[in-house]
T-cell receptor
Framework: GEDVEQSLFLSVREGDSSVINCTYT??????LYWYKQEPGAGLQLLTY?????DMKQDQRLTVLLNKKDKHLSLRIADTQTGDSAIYFC???????????FGGGTRVLVKP | NAGVTQTPKFQVLKTGQSMTLQCAQD?????MSWYRQDPGMGLRLIHY???????DQGEVPNGYNVSRSTTEDFPLRLLSAAPSQTSVYFC?????????????FGQGTRLTVV
């Protein structure tokens, strides 16, 4: 079955760049997503990338996809204290709407 | 817009009790799903529905039942709660599409089974 893996924790200084990494196993994934979860809240979609793209940039966010290695990353430029949250990557299989989530990376931004 | 609404936000149950977690969406989404979130394990799919009258099992369906009598509502039932079901539960909805479709999540229900 599908499997999505992320590192558990990332600490970064305010103003630096953050890079969150994710690996997945399903080679038929069509879309890959990054969600953000703030304390006590649900998940909010940050950005997504179609599987035939290598890179997508959206303001401070850059998503890189290496389909050969099944590796996805999210770079947050000029990280702010408001970026402290748990970040989940998720992949969507070719059939249906089902999402498979990684375990989440807790990002702590230090002043 | 209300989006996806879950009730209750918090619940404590005794082992063996039953309860229903409510989920409603007002976006006319065909696809609805229930996840549980446990530390370090991400979100795991419990059950999902591709439309009214159609439900299917996800990754961890045991101990849970669902029904989808209307497009708007997708309740999750625990028939006999167990401590292993202590978790945060999220309901999500989206349009059914072969293209990109955003999943919208409720605020979650924190359930403790003692």
């Amino acid at each position: 079955g599908e499997d999505v893996e992320q590192s558990l924790f990332l600490s970064v200084r305010e103003g630096d760049s953050s890079v969150i990494n994710c690996t997945y196993t399903d080679s038929s994934s069509t879309y890959l997503y990054w969600y953000k979860q703030e304390p006590g809240a649900g998940l909010q979609l940050l950005t997504y990338i179609f599987s035939n793209m290598d890179m997508k940039q959206d303001q401070r966010l850059t998503v890189l996809l290496n389909k050969k290695d099944k590796h996805l990353s999210l770079r947050i430029a000029d990280t702010q204290t408001g970026d402290s949250a748990i970040y989940f990557c998720a992949e969507r299989a070719a059939a249906g709407n089902k999402l498979t989530f990684g375990g989440g990376t807790r990002v702590l931004v230090k002043p | 817009n209300a989006g996806v609404t879950q009730t209750p936000k918090f619940q404590v149950l005794k082992t063996g009790q039953s309860m229903t977690l409510q989920c409603a969406q007002d976006m006319n989404h065909e696809y609805m799903s229930w996840y549980r979130q446990d530390p370090g394990m991400g979100l795991r799919l419990i059950h999902y529905s591709v439309g009214a009258g159609i439900t299917d099992q996800g990754e961890v369906p045991n101990g849970y039942n669902v029904s989808r009598s209307t497009t708007e509502d997708f309740p999750l039932r625990l028939l006999s709660a167990a401590p292993s079901q202590t978790s945060v539960y999220f309901c999500a909805s989206s349009y059914s599409s072969t293209g990109h479709t955003e999943a919208f999540f409720g605020q979650g229900t924190r359930l403790t089974v003692v």
